[in-house]
């Protein structure tokens, strides 16, 4: 039986390959790595600590929050800090971001978006969640202080994005631009080892991902799209937690969609940590990701932190289809 590579095997591995020698990147992903360990434990014990339940709190978005999502965020934000890798970080669950800078030696050129804990209306009920991360290289001088503009940049200048499955097994899936590459957990050994290299989206799939419950607030062209899933005989599947959701529909091919609803006129899925990271891996792997009028996810502007987007992500032959209805 062949050893299996490591998470950090891998990564150190295409720093030389990819010509990011200064070694600052791959420290800075390896730091996701571990913080993911520390996440995955948590919510694999949840059930057994008291950290279930809604913490009483909404965030900026207007969210519940759940207390596993506080507990992630802070977790994920520690280790983000101590790696002295980290220029700053935004986080679905702060209203604003948080600089390192002051606080570190060294100036660090890399700056962090992460949902910690995607999908957490699901937690309580042992149903996947995950986590979503992407680094950008900051704009502003690394003498400066960190800028609200640092952040706001559009999808397609990330220089790595993710996600972590939280599911019957634990599942790190990463791009930075050279393809996708997906890790599974091994508890025996405490790593994340290489078991889903070189990932590719079907070109089609027969699978459609969607909260059918909003159908009466879908734009008629969603509507229409839907009607004709259904006279296809397509399979709906929908757990509600964008990474289970939009990791399925990359494994299998088919096509996830958050349109635009009455209750969320510009979508509810948010551009920084949710819609950009997901469609950097879902391109890198094949696929296409829009938004509801038909632009490229990773080209549109971002003007906020926390702005929403629709979006319609998957294979090429499902995203064509879906185009003829807008
Ligand atoms: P959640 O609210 O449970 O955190 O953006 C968050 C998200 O989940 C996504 O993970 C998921 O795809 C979507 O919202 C589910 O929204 P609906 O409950 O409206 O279907």
Redesign the pocket.
Known sequence: MSRRITLDEFIVENQTNQNRASGEFSGLLRHIGIAAKIVNRIVNKAGLMDILGLDGNTNS?G?AVQKLDIYANDLMIEYLQNSGLCAGVAS?ELDEFISFCSDLPAKNKYIVVI?P??????IDVNIS??TIFGIYKRTSSENDTLQLSDFLQKGNQLVAGGYVLYGTSTMLVYTTGFGVNGFTYDRGIGEFCLSHPDMKIPDKGNNYSI?Q??FRQFSQGIQNYLNKCSDENMMLR????????VHRTLCLGGV?L?PV?Q??PDG???MLY?CNPMSFVVEQAGGISIDESGNRIMDLPVDSLHQRSSIIIGSKENIAAVRAFL
Do not use: C, P, Q, W
């Open positions: 978005s969210d679905e949902d804990l995607d999908g957490s209306s699901n969640v995950g909260n419950g909003y929908y757990i509600g937690s964008m990474v289970a959701d996830f958050y609803t209750k969320n509810k899925l948010r949710e």
